[in-house]
């Protein structure tokens, strides 16, 4: 007579659930997505943070040397020309007309202008000191915005000013750009943020950041 034995699993083996493993899953897929998610937004804003940073230093190389972009060949700074005789001259329109008027040319007006320029330039494309560079770059975007008035539809002289928005223009662009790329700390990728931060007396001193 035949015997038929009938096996059973052995204990410590337990087969695979596949169920649980999807559900163990799902967290670890989340948490992959919400990490490629913010490591594309960092390098978004690490971009914009060097694009922006090369539109300042681009500017002072142009007017410091007259590169033939803004600036004419032998007109540049070097060659004795003034990087605010041209823009603030030319001001028609606005309340600080005149005040601009008699900052154009100024060896001081130039000075800090180009320091500026220069300054705003590369703390941006080496990623440091991003909080003051936002601090300085507004404050030179609203004297800007001064002097070319977009509120206004006509020049001193009655002339069409030709601008096309009452209130927003590039130059508030650039100013919110620089106060968010210092908000959310863009230095730290594809720059020097992080090593800057941990200097002595930058981490002593939280503006500097």
Not at 92 to 109: D, E, K, L, R
Not at 124 to 137: D, F, N, S
């Amino acid at each position: 007579m035949a015997v038929h034995q009938h096996t059973t699993p052995k204990a410590g083996f337990p087969l695979p659930s596949l169920h649980r493993n999807r559900t163990a899953s799902a967290p670890e897929s989340a948490a992959s997505a919400h990490a490629d998610t913010h490591t594309v937004r960092a390098y978004v804003f690490a971009s914009a943070r060097v694009l922006v940073g090369f539109v300042f230093l681009w500017a002072f190389l142009d007017k410091t040397f007259g590169l033939g972009y803004a600036t004419q060949s032998g007109k540049g700074w070097i060659d004795g020309g003034s990087p605010t005789k041209g823009f603030h001259g030319s001001v028609a329109v606005g309340p600080m007309q005149s005040t601009f008027h008699s900052w154009a040319g100024a060896t001081w007006a130039d000075w800090l202008f180009m320091l500026g320029l220069l300054g705003i330039g590369l703390a941006l494309i080496a990623g440091v000191a991003l909080r003051l560079t936002a601090l300085a770059g507004t404050v030179m975007m609203a004297f800007m915005w001064m002097a070319e008035w977009p509120p206004a539809q006509h020049m001193s002289n009655g002339t069409p000013s030709m601008s096309t928005n009452p209130f927003a223009d590039y130059h508030l662009i650039y100013a919110v750009v620089l106060i968010a790329l210092a908000a959310v700390s863009a230095g730290d990728v594809l720059g020097l943020g992080r090593l800057w931060a941990r200097l002595p007396y930058v981490r002593d001193h939280k503006w500097l950041h």
